[in-house]
């Protein structure tokens, strides 16, 4: 089996586990959603040291807090309440878990809201700064006085008493009242989304028949636009899907999480299916040799060396992605860099992306083609914004608030790697220049790093 063949069936099996293994997080996980719905459980509590329902970065005048519970005698009895604590105190409480006493943890919250009522209500003070809070159930067995008395207490079966509750979490809207369910680090992506969608809409109307027609035509480039198309197909899904989520969302808090995940499916295939082009054309994607059969999606012709580059970058991003998704749950987005995975994700681009340009440079160097020098930088661009966008926003997101930067990350990188699409589709399909360059020797072409020092002349 030839390896072009081989690797195609790994990027299918790759897909097949993606999903697999994204509806399994399904079924383990809850609901991402600001609206949260569950039940206090004093067994939790207590063994917890405080039973952590939500995180939440509050903004603006009139942020809300809303709890409704259903069992109020319970909670009367258990004098339930939920301690609100700045992020960094909180974290730091859990640092010192073993040496704070379990009183003196709960003393230290900045807000104490008691659950005597049904709907219990409270009103978030403005900040200078959106800040994030994490909310902490706690009632008067979290902490028991001594060993004997927490003995007498589960004796008693106190812990088979649980208080059923919604919570609400709600941002002040447009017009300052509580009824926005983002919290601020999700803030206007809702609206990004939209926009996204919808230029893919018009763009879609203009240019679908014209690259359709190029497909259909054949010719040395068809396997490209292929590829290249299925890419951006499943960015546009990826969109779509997105905003589908968010639009429900912003009217109940909860979303669809499996649309959320179907959004995340499309966006880790589209980055295989991009990269697996993309290293193909660089290790030896055979444009102008028309002699072959157009079957095969892919022809290569290449050392066992570059064949295995492009192997093992295909396979270990693959690895990557699934592994962050299971290690960073509370992004549930490859564009986070908060896991070891996603920070070695940063560091592949990095590195595919110094031995593409260290290929390309050997190249462009000694050609004296102005045409296919031309090819070559505009091929380069495409290549290296595709794979160093994510890093180089990664560092520029550093001097930006913690909340706004992956905000930043996700909008910036579909932006950039949009772009990336506009170069090389524009440069695969423009008749002046591909249908020239595609035809010359073989030899030249495509871009094989093991013949960067033939002669070009």
Known sequence: MRWSVWLLITTETMALLFFLATFAELLLLMCEGKTVNGFFSSDIARQSGGQQVAKFLFHG?????SCRIGNKTVADDKDAKLYLFHEQDWLKLQEENEEVNCLLKFSEAQLTISLDEVENNQTISQFLHPQAWHIVYADKHTCPEDEDE??????????????????MLLNPDAANNPLDHFSAEES???????????????????????????????????SVL???????????????????HLSRYSVDGIGAPLLGSLAELCDMVSQIQMLYMLLSLCMGWTLGR??????????WDTTPTSTAIAV??????????????????????????HSVAALLLIVLRVCLALLLASGLYQIITVERSALKRDFYISFAKGCI????????????SMVFAEYQREKIIVIAVILCQSISMVILYRLF?????YWEVSSLSSVTLPLTMSSGHRSRY
């Open 150 to 167: 927490e003995d007498r207490r589960v004796g008693e079966g106190f812990t088979a008493e649980t208080i059923k509750f919604k919570l």
């Open 290 to 299: 028309m002699g072959r059969t157009q079957s095969r999606l892919l022809q």
């Open 61 to 65: 005048v009139n942020a809300l807090l």
């Open 188 to 222: 206007g992506l809702h609206d990004f989304y939209f926009l996204l969608v919808l230029a893919y809409f018009v763009v879609a109307c203009i240019y679908a028949q014209p690259i359709w027609r190029s497909i259909k035509k054949g010719g040395p480039m068809q």
């Open 226 to 244: 292929k590829v290249l198309s299925i890419g951006l197909l499943l960015q546009a899904g990826a969109a779509f899907t997105n905003y589908m």
């Open 312 to 337: 093992a970058a295909v396979i270990t991003q693959g690895i990557l992605l699934l592994w962050e998704q299971f290690a960073d749950t509370d992004h549930h987005s490859y564009h986070a860099h």
């Open 385 to 396: 914004l595709w794979f160093l966008c994510h890093p180089v926003l990664v560092a520029v």
């Open 429 to 433: 399909i423009s008749r002046s220049l």
